[in-house]
């Protein structure tokens, strides 16, 4: 088996009017929120994504496809628990998740510790294995324009089992 796995994870989504802003899991107080089938949380589905990639099984959309209602307004810390039991199953643990939200307004960097916390607590990790931050687009693009925003991240899996060799 594999001994260590790398999956790269990327999300978009439009802001709009009438929704809760929910990102890394917690409501941040905007004036828009982001459209989507689930509560839109760009970060986590990036996070999701790369997991769901350094497993090899396919991405979020195929997980959790926006034409099954069972996902309508579900909270993505739900479907994160769904991955990093999956993760578990296949006897990986989370070496470390580097992520970023891309967001002009508003400013993430006050909400990241509250992030932080929980995602860890729902990824059943240590705050030291999870990077989080922020950046605008200096006012270029969909971000930058405030249309939508965005996240990418990067995640390490580890192979849980006692006679894998150690890197």
């Known amino acids: 088996m594999i001994p260590v796995r790398v999956g790269m994870g990327y999300d978009v989504h439009r802001l ?3 929704r809760k802003l929910i990102l890394g899991g917690i ?8 459209e989507g089938h689930s ?3 760009v970060l ?3 996070i999701m994504d790369a997991i769901i990639g350094a497993l090899g099984e396919g991405d979020i959309g195929h997980w959790f496809p926006d034409t099954d209602d069972s996902y309508l307004n579900i909270s993505s810390l739900v479907l994160l628990k769904k991955v990093v039991g999956r993760m578990k199953e296949e006897n990986y643990g989370i070496g470390n998740i580097d992520a970023c939200l891309i967001a002009q307004r508003p400013k993430i960097a006050p909400y990241i510790p ?6 860890c607590r729902t990824m059943q990790i240590d705050e030291q294995a ?10 270029l693009g969909f971000t ?3 249309e939508g925003m965005a996240a ?9 089992e006692e006679d894998c060799e150690r890197i």
């Open 114 to 119: 509250a992030m932080k916390k929980t995602l």
């Open 39 to 41: 509560d839109a949380d």
């Open 130 to 139: 999870l990077n989080l931050k922020a950046t605008t687009e200096e006012k």
């Open 44 to 46: 986590v589905h990036a």
């Open 16 to 18: 709009t009017e009438g």
């Open 152 to 160: 990418q991240a990067v995640c390490l899996l580890v192979r849980q």
């Open 27 to 34: 409501e941040i107080p905007f004036e828009k929120g982001l």
């Open 144 to 146: 930058g324009r405030g």
